[in-house]
């Protein structure tokens, strides 16, 4: 089978596998660049532990623009590089505030995919994957976010060359999959790596994907 082929198997068997999966509730779009800006370096917990104390501190996301500095680093210390990611959340609320003339990011959905993904990654912290997060989850674009159990799972699956960066790989997923099948591709993958295919210790007799795996086949020579 084809590339294209190998990866609707491995999204059918996952979904056979764990069935279709349910995030939470999709965000506002800058509530979700704001989280995900969060989530860089550290766990979902601490994530959502931060996010919600900066929601709760502030009234609204201007509010949170225009707050002192330090004010916004001590509110999201739980996210860890607290120092980084304050301003850095400042900033692009600034500059989108400067480019818009508001803090609204719902205008994305009448753009293109790539031209979409291009006005995100303009700002300094957000990259391929954060942009397609945003864009995935809560434009409801098209996009195939790759994080690290993604990049790491289908490069051990064969899906991907072997040294193809994580940022080309975001389009070369949405090349493989049909869009309908990115959301639960995305969230499956995710699950099976946090479960099954860790990094250092994969647990591959408990894997369904045994079948399309190159790691595995190779193990078994």
């Not at 279709?20 to 532990?49: G, M």
């Not at 996210?79 to 990011?105: C, F, H, W």
């Not at 295919?197 to 408990?206: D, E, L, V, W």
């Amino acid at each position: 089978m084809d590339l294209a082929q190998k990866a609707l198997a491995v999204h059918q068997t996952l979904i056979d596998f764990y069935g279709y999966p349910e995030w939470r509730n999709p965000l506002p779009a800058l509530d979700e660049l704001v989280s995900t800006i969060l989530s860089q370096n550290t766990n979902d917990v601490n994530r959502d532990v931060a996010f919600n104390a900066l929601v709760a501190k502030f009234p609204s996301w201007e509010a949170a623009r225009d707050a002192d500095e330090e004010e916004v680093i001590e509110v999201i210390r739980p996210a860890g590089l607290a120092n980084q990611k304050g301003p850095r959340i400042q900033n692009v609320l600034r500059q989108i505030t400067e480019m818009r003339g508001s803090l609204d990011l719902t205008f994305l959905k009448d753009y293109t995919l790539e031209e979409a993904a291009e006005w995100l990654v303009q700002f300094k912290g957000v990259g391929p994957k954060t942009a397609a997060i945003v864009l995935q989850f809560s434009l409801g674009l098209p996009a195939f976010p790759v994080d690290t159990h993604i990049y790491r799972i289908t490069g051990r699956l064969g899906l991907r060359p072997e040294k193809m960066s994580a940022d080309k790989a975001h389009p070369h997923m949405e090349s493989l999959l049909p869009p309908e099948t990115y959301y639960p591709a995305h969230l499956n993958i995710i699950r099976l790596g946090r479960e099954i295919c860790h990094a250092r210790k994969p647990k591959c007799t408990q894997c369904p994907l045994t079948a399309y795996c190159d790691y595995y086949q190779n193990l078994e020579e």
